[in-house]
C-alpha cells in the first residue's frame, strides 16, 4: 500500500500544502475522481523513477556507515522522505524511538562530561534536555561524534515547531544549526523494514541551550514547569515517565534521567491513575456462533441489526490492538469481550490481555446468548479486575497516532466526550428507526425526563472513556431500561445505548464528563471514494482516531472490501503486538 500509494507522494504532498483548501474543493468538484487518481498515480511514478540519487545516497552511506549493513542491522534510503536515511527496525515505535533518542543524546553528553537537565517540555512525544549556553561547542564535538556511528538529523526550532532544513549531523549544514539554534531537535529516522511506518524527528530529542542572566539559566522557549533556574540548582533522578504522559508504565521500567526539582514533581494536568481498555468482538462466521444464533430467527427489529456485515470479521481487532500497542503503551491491561470464541491469532495468555466470556459479566442465564452489541455494553463494567477509568473499543476502531491519557481523561477523573456533527433525528419514535437512532432517542427521553434537557448529537464512533462507578449508576437510576436492554436478545426498539452515548450526556450533567475534541476520520466500506480516502489517511497518519464501518454491505463486494482493508492495515500497522502469537505457534 506505502510503495502504490497515490497519496503519498511528495508532489501530492505539496499540492496539499501549497494550495488553500477551497480551491482543492472547487478543483475536485470539477475534475472527476477517475482522472484525478491517474494524476496521481503519474506523479507518485515520476517522483519514484529517479533512481540515481537514492543509489547514490546509498552508496554514500555504505562508506560512512559499513557497520550497519550487517546481518544485525540495515539501513535504507528512503524515497518520498526527505531524502532521510532511515534505520530498519522490525519492532519500530513511536515510543521505542523517542526513547532511543534520548538515550543516544543523553549518554553522548555524560561521556563527554556535559552538564544537563532534562526539562518538562509542552510536547508529551520528544524527550527535552536543557544545556548551558556555554557549552554549546562541546555539544557540537558531541553530536559529530554520534554521527560517526549512525545517520542522526538535526534541525532548529521555534518554540515547538520546528523550521528550516533538516541536515545531517557532521555535515556543513548540520555544524551551521548547532552554531546558531537555540533549540536543535536531535534524533535518528526509523523504519519497518517494508518502509510503510516511518518515524522520525517527531520522536527526537531537543536541545535547549539555557543562557545566563543575573544569576540564573532562562530557557530559549516556554516549558511546562519553569522560565528560568538558579545556576547551582540541585539535580535529582527520576524516571522518564514522570516527564510524560507517553510511556510504558505497565509494560517494562523506564530509563532514569537528570532532572531539577521543579521538573520531578508531579503537575496537576498529570493522570496518575490505570487505564484499561476492553474490545468486544464476534466472528459471525464461526459455525458454532451461527447455529446459536440461527435457533433465534432471523434476529432484529431491523435490516441493519440483521446484516451480515454487522458480524464479519475482517481481523479488525488483529491490527486495532497493534494500533493500541503502538500509540498507546501506556494502557495497563486489556479485555476482550467474546461469546465463547477467541480469534486464533490471539496470545490470550499474555499476562496484559484476559478474554472474558459473556457468562462472565451476564449474571442472568436467560439473557443468554445475545447477539445484541447494546445489551452487551451494558455489561461491561461487571468485567471482574477492570479499572475504574477504561476506554471501550469497537473492533473497527482504531488510533491513528499517539494519544496519552490527558487526550481521554482529566487528571481529576472526569472523562472526555467527543460529540459528532450528527444529530439524533428529532421526530419520534417510529418502526423505520435504525436502531442507532432508536436508541439515541430511547436516550434523549430518559434524559429529558431526568435533567430536562433535550440531547441533539450524536457521539463520534471514537475510543469512548468511561468510569466503571458512572455506568454502575446509571444501572440503578435507570433499573428498567437498563434491564430491558441487557436482556434483549437482538437489537430492539426499545433499547438505551450506553457507552457510545447515555454515559456520557448523564456524566457530563452530573458533573463528571467534559466536551472535548480528538483528530478524527469515519470510513464506510461502502462508499465509491473510500479506497482514496484509505490513501489519505495512510499518507498523513494526522488523525488520533478513525474508524472503518460497513453497516450496509450486500454481500457483492465484501471479498474486494476485505483485500482492500487488510491491505491498508497491514501498511498501516506492519509491527505485531504482544497479544499476537508468532508466527507457527500452536495454541
Known amino acids: 500500500m506505502s510503495m502504490g500509494n497515490a497519496e503519498a507522494s511528495a508532489a501530492v504532498g505539496a499540492y496539499r500544502t501549497l494550495v488553500p483548501a477551497g480551491l482543492r474543493r472547487r478543483i475536485a468538484r470539477r475534475v472527476p475522481m477517475g482522472l484525478r487518481m491517474v494524476l496521481k498515480q503519474l506523479l507518485r511514478r515520476l517522483h519514484t523513477v529517479n533512481l540515481g540519487a ?12 559499513p557497520h550497519l549493513f550487517g546481518a544485525g542491522e540495515r539501513l535504507a534510503v528512503l524515497a518520498g522522505h526527505g531524502a532521510r536515511i532511515a534505520l530498519v527496525r522490525p519492532t519500530v515505535s513511536p515510543l521505542g524511538l523517542r526513547e532511543a533518542n534520548l538515550e543516544l543524546v543523553v549518554t553522548a553528553l555524560e561521556e563527554a562530561g556535559v552538564d544537563y537537565f532534562a526539562v518538562r517540555g509542552t510536547s508529551d512525544f520528544r524527550s527535552c534536555l536543557a544545556v548551558a549556553e556555554a557549552d554549546r561547542a562541546r555539544v557540537g564535538q558531541v553530536l559529530e561524534r554520534c554521527a560517526e556511528h549512525s545517520p542522526v538529523y538535526l534541525r532548529a526550532c521555534r518554540g515547538e515547531a520546528a523550521q528550516g532544513h533538516t541536515a545531517l549531523a557532521g555535515s556543513r549544514g548540520g555544524r551551521q544549526l ?26 527526537g530529542c531537543d536541545i535547549e541551550f539555557w543562557r545566563p542572566e ?42 532514569a534521567v537528570r532532572t531539577i526539582r521543579p521538573c520531578a514533581d508531579p503537575l496537576p494536568e498529570d493522570v496518575r491513575f490505570p487505564v484499561d481498555v476492553v474490545y468486544t468482538w464476534v466472528d459471525g462466521s464461526d459455525p458454532d456462533w451461527q ?24 481481523d479488525e481487532l488483529r491490527y486495532s490492538l497493534r494500533a493500541l500497542e503502538q500509540n498507546a503503551p501506556w494502557v495497563r491491561h486489556v479485555y476482550v469481550v ?30 443468554l446468548p445475545t447477539f445484541n452489541s447494546h445489551a452487551i455494553e451494558s455489561r461491561l463494567h461487571h468485567i471482574k479486575g477492570l479499572s475504574e477509568h477504561f476506554l471501550y473499543f469497537n473492533d473497527d476502531m482504531f488510533l491513528g497516532s499517539p494519544v496519552t491519557p490527558q487526550d481521554f481523561f482529566l487528571s481529576n477523573g472526569m472523562t472526555r466526550t467527543f460529540f459528532s456533527p450528527s444529530q439524533v433525528p428529532r421526530w419520534d419514535l417510529s418502526p423505520v428507526d435504525r436502531p442507532v437512532d432508536a436508541a439515541g432517542k430511547n436516550n434523549r427521553r430518559l434524559l429529558l425526563e431526568h435533567f430536562g434537557t433535550a440531547i441533539v448529537q450524536k457521539l463520534r464512533h471514537a475510543p469512548y472513556a468511561l468510569r466503571r462507578s458512572v455506568l454502575h449508576e446509571i444501572e440503578r437510576e435507570f433499573a428498567e431500561e437498563h434491564w430491558n436492554t441487557s436482556h434483549s436478545r437482538f437489537r430492539s426498539a426499545t433499547d438505551i445505548s450506553i457507552p457510545s452515548s447515555l454515559y456520557h450526556y448523564y456524566a457530563y450533567f452530573t458533573g463528571r464528563a467534559v466536551p472535548s475534541n480528538i483528530t478524527f476520520a469515519y470510513l464506510d466500506l461502502a462508499k465509491p471514494e473510500i479506497q482514496r480516502r484509505l490513501g489519505i489517511l495512510l499518507a498523513r497518519r494526522d488523525r488520533q482516531a478513525f474508524c472503518i464501518n460497513d453497516t450496509l454491505s450486500d454481500g457483492h463486494d465484501i471479498d474486494r472490501q476485505t483485500r482492500m482493508l487488510d491491505t491498508f492495515l497491514r501498511a498501516y500497522y506492519p509491527v505485531p503486538s504482544p497479544f499476537e502469537r508468532r508466527e507457527g505457534e500452536v495454541r
Open 54 to 65: 537514492r543509489l547514490l545516497r546509498g552508496a554514500r552511506a555504505r562508506r560512512r556507515w
Open 178 to 203: 548547532v552554531r546558531r539554534a537555540a533549540v536543535l531537535r536531535v534524533g535518528m529516522v526509523w523504519s519497518d523494514p517494508a518502509g510503510s511506518l516511518v518515524l522520525g524527528l517527531e520522536h
Open 338 to 367: 467474546t461469546d465463547r470464541q477467541r480469534p486464533a491469532w490471539l496470545n490470550d495468555g499474555h499476562p496484559r490481555l484476559t478474554v472474558v466470556d459473556h457468562a462472565e459479566i451476564f449474571e442472568d442465564p436467560s439473557a
Open 214 to 255: 543575573d544569576g540564573r539559566l532562562l530557557a530559549p522557549r516556554p516549558n511546562r514547569v519553569t522560565e528560568d533556574v538558579a545556576l547551582d540548582e540541585p539535580r535529582v533522578t527520576v524516571p522518564v515517565s514522570r516527564l510524560t504522559g507517553f510511556a510504558a508504565l505497565h509494560t517494562r521500567r523506564t530509563r
Open 291 to 314: 447455529r446459536r444464533r440461527g435457533a433465534y430467527g432471523a434476529g432484529g427489529y431491523h435490516t441493519e441489526s440483521a446484516n451480515a456485515a454487522r458480524y464479519i470479521s475482517r
